[in-house]
């Protein structure tokens, strides 16, 4: 049990666009969800948190405006980086916590590279 | 502030044992995890220790000692699948989770 899924697992869009990825709990309610972004050789790095129906906390120095997030039920969370741009190439994974859980559930990531 | 300490890299020799350390400082305490991540691959769950002692699971063991602000990572009979990077994180007071900068374990045949 205590599947999270990541959809796109990798994708290339060009400098200006935006690109959404999905995360998913599969088997499980997820009340809280994390998104992350790891560059190479680096440890993970909180994006942001988000808790159903409400508005996302994001961590300092992280834009809100450029990384939105929207988790609008208990198994889906999105995040849509607007006008990318090459910098914005990384590893983003997302994980999920449900009720009274003290383990997030890592989704395999989403590898962005922004051209 | 809030601070999680663990070597950069570790080197082990296959069917050898390794123990990676963890020190913390964080504000609250609310549990320690160990995760385990591949290059290129989300981290997956190893341990969880949020009493004092010692966690055993197959091969791997996780320590705590909360007076410390310590806890380390056992790996037993060390296959080469076990080269990875392994993360140490405690969740503060508000159950934020607060990570380490990972250890890469080098496992040599």
């Known amino acids: 049990g205590a599947v999270v899924s990541q959809h796109p697992s990798r994708v290339i869009c060009k400098s200006g666009t935006s690109v959404k990825i999905e995360c998913r709990s599969l088997d499980f309610q997820a009340t809280t969800m994390f998104w992350y972004r790891q560059f190479p050789k680096q440890s993970l790095m909180l994006m942001a948190t988000?808790?159903?129906?409400?508005?996302?906390?994001?961590e300092q120095g992280v834009e809100k405006d450029k990384f939105l997030i929207n988790h609008a039920s208990l198994t889906l969370s999105t995040l849509t980086v607007t006008s990318a741009h090459p910098e914005d190439s990384s590893f983003y994974i997302c994980?999920?916590?449900?009720?009274?859980?003290?383990?997030?559930?890592f989704g395999p990531g989403t590898r962005l590279t922004v051209t | 502030g809030q601070n999680i300490d663990q070597p950069t890299e570790m080197t082990a020799t296959e069917g050898a044992i390794v123990q990676i350390n963890c020190t913390y400082q964080?504000?609250?305490?609310?549990?320690l995890f160990w995760y385990q991540q591949h290059a290129g691959e989300a981290p997956t769950f190893l341990s969880y220790n949020v009493l004092d002692g010692l966690e055993e699971k197959g091969r791997f063991s996780s320590f705590l000692s909360r007076s410390k602000g310590y806890s380390y990572l056992l790996l037993k009979e060390l296959q080469m699948k076990d080269s990875a990077s392994y993360l140490c994180a405690v969740t503060d007071s508000n159950y934020q989770l607060i990570w380490g900068a990972g250890t890469k374990l080098i496992i040599k045949p």
């Open positions: 994980s999920a916590r449900g009720t009274g859980d003290h383990e997030q559930y």
């Open positions: 988000s808790n159903e129906g409400s508005k996302a906390t994001y």
């Open positions: 964080t504000s609250g305490f609310n549990g």
